[in-house]
Each structure stands twice: as C-alpha cells, then as structure tokens.
C-alpha cells in the first residue's frame, strides 16, 4: 500500500518536469518511469536500509516496524487525497522520532542531525545545479541555428534526465522502504521486486493529480529549462543517497524547477500552490512523529 502511494505521490517529482513543459506523452513518461525505478530499487536501493534500523533507532522491533508503517501510510494516504507532494522519506523518518519518544528508546542525534541537514542542503544543491546546467544549456543551444534540431535534442536529453531522476526515486526512496524489512539477500530482492511492482502501479493509477499540480500549476517550464530542473534534481538525490541519507525527492524538484527558472527569470505562476508544498515539508515529519507516538501509546 505504502509504494503505491509513493509511486502516486512522487511520480510528478521524477517526470512532471517534461509533462509541464509537453515534451513527452503520460504514457511514455509512465514506462520511463517504471523501468527506471525498478532499476533504481535493485542497484542501489540498499544503500539507505540502515535509516530507521540502525540510524533513527538502535534497533527496529517489529511492532516498531507496524507502527511506522501504518502511521506513514495514513499521512501519505491524506496528502495524496489533497493532491499535495510529499515526501515519504521525512514522514517516515518523523514516524521513526515518535517511536522513540514513546517508548523511551535512544535515538540516533548525530544521524537526525545529518538527515535535517541533508533536507536543507538537498534542495540548495538543487538549485545551484540547474542553475549551472541551464546557463550551461542555453549557451550550447546558442551554437545551434536550426529551432527544430535544438527542440529534438532538448526533447532527448530530458527523457534521459527524467529517466536518471525516476532512477534516483527508486534508489533513494523505495530503498528506504524496503530497508526497514531485515531480510537475506535473496528477501531482499524479493520485496525490491514486489514494492517496485506496486510502486508503478500507483504511478499508473494514483499519480494524476500530483503530475497536474506540479507540472501545470508551479512553474512555466520550456524544454531547456524542464532539461535543467530534472537534472539539478537527480544529481542532488543521487549524491545524498551515496551518503546513506533519505531526501524529500519533492522538496528536491521544487529547488531544481526554481533554479532552472532563475535563469531565464521565469516566475512562479502558483504562489498559494508553493506555499501548500512548503508547509507540507514542515508537517510530513511533524505529522509522521505525532502519528506513529499516538498509535504506539494507544496500543
């Protein structure tokens, strides 16, 4: 249930970037999407599964484990109903703090205090990187005079780059999810496989409002720029993962799509939008700690 709703969720982080500035079909779009999850999943995914088990907490009992993931998927499940990206990672390594606070375990201060600050940096890394890579872009794209051969490489290029930022969501995010099972190897590909299956199909059928509040609503977005945005965004994630740190894929997007468009000066066109994402970033670990206490001392 969980990946599902990350795939509806967070599937507008990865490729609303070309949906918004209609370069490629939702159909098309879906298929990237799932290929490269899966791959991101199996390749790399194990390199967050000690956040919660290990990181967070000293250790994660299963009923721990419950706790947090029924408290994840009943915040999720409402920030999907309202259409509102969120990132599964803080809400679930919110729910990890509540578990903490209730039962009176030892929690992981130097790692929180890494994770908060990979939160913060994530998306300021972001926006320095599509930043660099639009001015970068829109100076090659100057060298070429024909507008139909410069819209066919832009076109490419950001397929490629909502591919590697799909393949970031499964490495990261996902592996989160699937590192909080301990499992053999041979498990452990097992429900790589499994989450990543149902993570497409809640991109397939769950992703529709997202896609259009990020996509349509948030920033006027032309190919170079979708380009750019999508590339600041996977290169951050991808080197937070490297680390062993869960990001918010959203936040991430968000400070991509904004530095891209700091080039060309392109202004956000749905403030209240913005301002509904920036709080959820607040509220994700907030709701997740606050969810997984309750159900901890209610049982």
Same mark, same amino acid.
């Given at each position: 249930?969980?990946?599902?709703?990350?795939?509806?969720?967070?599937? $507008?982080?990865?490729?609303?970037?070309?949906?918004?500035?209609?370069?490629?079909?939702?159909?098309?779009?879906?298929?990237?999407?799932?290929?490269?999850?899966?791959?991101?999943?199996?390749?790399?995914?194990?390199?967050?599964?000690?956040?919660?088990?290990?990181?967070?907490?000293?250790?994660?009992?299963?009923?721990?484990?419950?706790?947090?993931?029924?408290?994840?998927?009943?915040?999720?499940?409402?920030? =999907?109903? /309202?259409?509102?990206?969120?990132?599964?990672?803080?809400?679930?390594?919110?729910?990890?703090?509540?578990?903490?606070?209730?039962?009176?375990?030892?929690?992981?201060?130097?790692?929180?205090?890494?994770?908060?600050?990979?939160?913060?940096?994530?998306?300021?890394?972001? /926006?320095?990187?599509?930043?660099?890579?639009?001015?970068?872009?829109?100076?090659?794209?100057?060298?070429?005079?024909?507008?139909?051969?410069?819209?066919? @490489?832009?076109?490419?290029? &950001?397929?490629?780059?909502?591919?590697?930022?799909?393949?970031?969501?499964?490495?990261? &995010?996902?592996?989160?999810?699937?590192?909080?099972?301990?499992?053999?190897?041979?498990?452990?590909?097992?429900? !790589?496989?499994?989450? !990543?299956?149902?993570?497409?199909?809640?991109?397939? /059928? @769950?992703?529709?409002?997202?896609?259009?509040?990020?996509?349509?609503?948030?920033?006027?977005?032309?190919?170079?720029?979708?380009?750019?945005?999508?590339?600041?965004?996977?290169?951050?994630?991808?080197?937070? =993962?490297? @680390?062993?740190?869960?990001?918010?894929? $959203?936040?991430?997007?968000?400070?991509?799509?904004?530095?891209?468009?700091?080039?060309?000066?392109?202004?956000? &066109?749905?403030?209240?939008?913005?301002?509904?994402?920036?709080?959820?970033?607040?509220?994700?670990?907030?709701?997740?700690?606050? &969810?997984?206490?309750?159900?901890?001392?209610?049982?």
């Amino acid at each position: 249930m969980l990946s599902a709703i990350l795939g509806g969720n967070n599937f $507008s982080t990865c490729l609303g970037a070309s949906l918004g500035a209609r370069i490629i079909k939702p159909s098309d779009a879906i298929m990237i999407a799932s290929v490269s999850v899966f791959l991101g999943t199996l390749l790399e995914g194990h390199k967050l599964s000690t956040v919660v088990d290990g990181g967070i907490l000293p250790a994660l009992s299963t009923s721990s484990l419950l706790m947090i993931l029924v408290g994840s998927i009943v915040v999720m499940t409402i920030v =999907t109903v /309202f259409r509102l990206p969120l990132a599964l990672s803080q809400v679930t390594v919110g729910a990890g703090w509540g578990i903490a606070l209730a039962t009176g375990l030892r929690m992981g201060d130097a790692y929180s205090i890494q994770v908060v600050a990979s939160w913060i940096l994530s998306p300021a890394l972001a /926006f320095l990187g599509s930043a660099m890579i639009e001015s970068t872009v829109l100076q090659l794209g100057g060298k070429i005079k024909d507008t139909m051969t410069l819209n066919h @490489l832009y076109a490419n290029l &950001t397929l490629i780059a909502g591919f590697y930022a799909a393949y970031t969501l499964g490495a990261n &995010t996902l592996g989160l999810l699937v590192g909080l099972f301990p499992t053999t190897p041979a498990d452990h590909l097992l429900l !790589s496989l499994m989450f !990543s299956a149902c993570t497409v199909f809640g991109i397939v /059928f @769950l992703s529709g409002g997202t896609v259009r509040s990020v996509a349509e609503n948030l920033v006027g977005l032309n190919p170079s720029t979708a380009l750019s945005a999508q590339f600041g965004c996977a290169v951050s994630v991808h080197l937070f =993962t490297q @680390l062993g740190l869960p990001v918010s894929i $959203s936040q991430v997007v968000i400070g991509g799509m904004e530095g891209a468009a700091s080039v060309k000066r392109i202004a956000i &066109t749905n403030r209240r939008l913005l301002e509904q994402i920036l709080a959820g970033w607040t509220i994700g670990p907030i709701a997740g700690a606050a &969810t997984s206490f309750l159900l901890v001392k209610a049982i």
